[in-house]
């Protein structure tokens, strides 16, 4: 087994590594003078099983096409499989059609994946979970539900709710509320355009509790701050919010820091870099999760395992 990590997050590459116990593979990235991608392996990988670490964020098309080089200069080296960990997958919100003359661009990255002949993909809370099927090759999809629900159970909160930003995180907001043993409320959310959104009404009693807001990204924070208004309006004592991927472009950290949300827990699907760094936003890793998910999958054994030990 190999393991390398593109550009994108090399301190989770680190991690990984730390967990698995090996070297982090030799590569060499770099651009030409017009922003052309060039990968060469410093070392050989004829005949290894090859995992290659690269989250697609900003700037996530020139992410994306660093991956695919990579995996085709593997597969051009003679690697006798390339698995892609993928902790956050780009374009996911792009799942379906919901006008006239839109693309269906997460399908289209999962066909340049499996074309440039990646043998698996294990990816990380994926926007919809249909998106597995638009692969021709397997897709491990785990789940941060054990590293960021264990962190709100040990803050052992005396009237705590999960609430879910929209209908369409009911089920995820179901999970949250079953593993921390809390009730369930549902915000009614409408979206005129793209990275604008309007909450209008809570369904549930959320008055006089601590509410938790639960989404699988925070993306401009247009979602989770509005929520945490209404939640407030409507009686709850205090907002905390959760999610896997931060992402926090355009005007997030603006949003957050003068929200009335108490704390943010994302983790490190994306590098949390300085200029995003705000004192109530928390960073939970989940190079543990990778690291047992790539060793599962190297030695043939279940993936669903890894989510009953508590030892995560």
């Given at each position: 087994?190999?393991?390398?990590?593109?550009?994108?997050?090399?301190?989770?590459?680190?991690?990984?590594?730390?967990?698995?116990?090996?070297?982090?593979?030799?590569?060499?990235?770099?651009?030409?003078?017009?922003?052309?991608?060039?990968?060469?392996?410093?070392?050989?990988?004829?005949?290894?099983d090859v995992f290659?670490?690269?989250?697609?964020?900003?700037?996530?098309?020139?992410?994306?096409?660093?991956?695919?080089?990579?995996?085709?200069?593997?597969?051009?080296?003679?690697?006798?499989?390339?698995?892609?960990?993928?902790?956050?997958?780009?374009?996911?919100?792009?799942?379906?059609?919901?006008?006239?003359?839109?693309?269906?661009?997460?399908?289209?990255?999962?066909?340049?994946?499996?074309?440039?002949?990646?043998?698996?993909?294990?990816?990380?809370?994926?926007?919809?979970?249909?998106?597995?099927?638009?692969?021709?090759?397997?897709?491990?999809?785990?789940t941060a539900l054990?590293?960021?629900?264990?962190?709100?159970?040990?803050?052992?909160?005396?009237?705590?709710?999960?609430?879910?930003?929209?209908?369409?995180?009911?089920?995820?907001?179901?999970?949250?509320?079953?593993?921390?043993?809390?009730?369930?409320?549902?915000?009614?959310?409408?979206?005129?355009?793209?990275?604008?959104?309007?909450?209008?009404?809570?369904?549930?009693?959320?008055?006089?509790?601590?509410?938790?807001?639960?989404?699988?990204?925070?993306?401009?924070?247009?979602?989770?701050?509005?929520?945490?208004?209404?939640?407030?309006?409507?009686?709850?004592?205090?907002?905390?919010?959760?999610?896997?991927?931060?992402?926090?472009?355009?005007?997030?950290?603006?949003?957050?820091?003068?929200?009335?949300?108490?704390?943010?827990?994302?983790?490190?699907?994306?590098?949390?870099?300085?200029?995003?760094?705000?004192?109530?936003?928390?960073?939970?890793?989940?190079?543990?999760?990778?690291?047992?998910?790539i060793l599962n999958?190297?030695?043939?054994?279940?993936?669903?395992?890894?989510?009953?030990?508590?030892?995560?």
């Open positions: 087994m190999m393991f390398f990590s593109g550009s994108s997050n090399p301190g989770l590459g680190r991690e990984i590594s730390q967990h698995l116990g090996i070297d982090l593979g030799k590569v060499k990235l770099s651009q030409f003078s017009d922003g052309e991608i060039y990968v060469k392996y410093l070392e050989s990988v004829r005949g290894a290659v670490l690269q989250t697609l964020w900003a700037p996530v098309n020139k992410n994306l096409m660093e991956l695919l080089i990579m995996a085709d200069a593997l597969k051009r080296a003679s690697a006798k499989k390339v698995s892609a960990v993928i902790p956050h997958y780009g374009y996911a919100r792009q799942d379906k059609k919901t006008t006239s003359r839109e693309p269906i661009t997460a399908k289209l990255v999962a066909d340049l994946l499996s074309v440039t002949g990646i043998d698996r993909v294990v990816t990380m809370d994926l926007h919809a979970g249909q998106i597995q099927g638009f692969f021709d090759v397997p897709v491990d999809h785990l054990p590293i960021l629900s264990r962190y709100f159970s040990q803050k052992d909160f005396k009237n705590l709710i999960v609430v879910s930003p929209d209908v369409g995180r009911v089920k995820l907001a179901k999970k949250y509320s079953d593993k921390l043993g809390s009730g369930l409320a549902i915000l009614h959310k409408t979206r005129p355009s793209h990275n604008v959104a309007e909450v209008g009404e809570v369904v549930g009693d959320v008055k006089g509790k601590t509410a938790l807001l639960v989404d699988d990204m925070i993306d401009t924070a247009g979602t989770i701050t509005e929520g945490a208004k209404t939640l407030l309006r409507e009686g709850v004592k205090e907002v905390y919010a959760c999610a896997t991927h931060g992402v926090f472009s355009g005007p997030a950290l603006e949003r957050l820091k003068d929200s009335a949300i108490k704390e943010i827990v994302v983790t490190n699907t994306i590098p949390l870099t300085k200029e995003k760094y705000l004192d109530k936003i928390k960073v939970l890793s989940i190079a543990s999760i990778f690291s047992q998910a999958v190297y030695e043939d054994e279940s993936i669903s395992a890894i989510f009953e030990d508590d030892n995560l």
